[in-house]
């Protein structure tokens, strides 16, 4: 009887494993130099040109620099003309080249106590108002546990009233406070005067009296008579944006200015108390509030400022019929005015966010960054047709053969 040895494989396994790559390496210094040599790659590039051209300049002599100024002086015309072109561009550069915009400083404007409205005192006015049905009340307690909302949010009077009494002086009133309250807030912060303010941009969607809100401003502050005033209305939740933006193409235009901007919203007639529960999220959402910025593209701003506005993107999907319906105002079957939330408001603003998005991350990327993206776009996409292929390739053999396994 023969002893049976274990078999040996053909290839020796080794006692030592592989070495961890992700441990032994510190790969966030890789990438660290990666970003540095995208980054600085032009000045790396040029700086064994640059030491060349001193080292070939080092060997100059007197004499050679004596050659070098007579033959400048006989060749006058060419030195004008190059002189004259290149202060012809330079000038060109500084007078074309955008004007730096900076945000000195902000206020948000916080109500007093007393318009304080937690999710208890929301509730029991809501039931208080006697509009509402059984139904319509548990809806809007379930949004406002989902949405987010905390127990320092503010209404105006007019709506915590018992009864409500909205009216177009209450919403003056609202208003006033808010507007006058921020900026008192600002020009306190920033020391600026109000005739120093040459642009003024407000915007508030669902109010727009006569006069208009930045015509209240410009009255209650007495600002000069040659700013440069707007008032943007019915633009929704991106207004505060949109009138940046305005501020910003307005600074390029006028030296030496400051901007301010209003960015509110006006509750007092504005309130809901029907009960179309599409019109009721908005009751649940909105609060009482508004910011006052200000910009200005003066030099002398710079280091006292919190940011530089460097880009501002622009993306409108009003072409589209559901993006352009997703938010309106509009009158229910019982004839009272409220704003309409549509079940596409999320998709909607998510496929405008994605597509801000991909507009602006050119322009903030580095470029190294961009690399590593379309990088990984082009491999993900071939290897995806690798798989396909594979995949195909794989159910050829497998019908090739048969369903039934084969005895060996």
């Not at 590039?45 to 007579?70: C, G, H, K, N, R």
């Not at 993306?315 to 079957?333: I, L, P």
């Amino acid at each position: 009887m023969t002893d049976s040895k274990p078999e040996q494989p053909l290839i020796p396994s080794s006692s030592r494993k592989l070495p961890d790559f992700k441990k032994s390496v510190k790969l966030k210094y890789v990438k660290l130099g990666y970003h540095y040599l995208i980054t600085h790659g032009m000045y790396l590039f040029l700086s064994p040109l640059v030491v060349v051209i001193t080292a070939q300049l080092s060997t100059f002599s007197i004499q050679d620099l004596y050659d070098l100024w007579e033959h400048l002086q006989y060749n006058l015309i060419s030195v004008i003309i190059c002189s004259t072109l290149l202060v012809f561009l330079s000038t060109l550069y500084f007078l074309t080249r955008p004007r730096p915009v900076y945000l000195v400083n902000f206020a948000c404007y916080k109500p007093d106590e007393f318009r304080k409205c937690p999710k208890r005192i929301f509730m029991d006015r809501s039931q208080l108002a006697g509009t509402f049905t059984e139904e319509n009340l548990q809806f809007q307690r379930k949004i406002l546990e989902r949405s987010g909302l905390g127990e320092e949010t503010y209404l105006p009077e007019a709506v915590l009233n018992v009864p409500p009494n909205p009216s177009m002086k209450e919403a003056r009133k609202e208003a006033e406070i808010v507007m006058f309250g921020a900026i008192d807030e600002l020009l306190a912060k920033t020391s600026i005067k109000p005739k120093d303010i040459g642009i003024l941009v407000v915007n508030c969607s669902l109010f727009n009296p006569t006069p208009s809100l930045s015509a209240m401003v410009i009255n209650h502050y007495k600002l000069r008579g040659n700013i440069q005033s707007y008032n943007l209305g019915g633009m929704g939740c991106s207004a505060g944006l949109l009138s940046i933006d305005l501020a910003k193409n307005l600074l390029q235009v006028h030296p030496n200015s400051y901007a301010l901007v209003i960015s509110m919203e006006n509750i007092t007639l504005n309130w809901y108390f029907g009960n179309d529960r599409s019109k009721l999220v908005s009751n649940c959402l909105f609060r009482m509030g508004g910011a006052a910025i200000l910009l200005s593209n003066k030099r002398s701003d710079r280091r006292r400022s919190k940011y530089q506005l460097v880009h501002t993107v622009r993306t409108h999907k009003g072409a589209d019929d559901k993006c352009f319906a997703c938010v309106t105002q509009e009158e229910d079957s019982a004839g009272k005015i409220g704003v309409t939330l549509s079940k596409d408001l999320m998709a909607v603003a998510g496929d405008a966010l994605k597509t801000n998005i991909t507009t602006l991350g050119p322009l903030v990327l580095p470029m190294s960054e961009q690399l590593l993206f379309f990088a990984t776009l082009v491999g993900r996409k071939h290897l995806k047709q690798f798989s396909v292929c594979c995949m195909e390739s794989f159910e050829d053999r497998k019908s090739s053969k048969g369903e039934k396994p084969m005895d060996g």
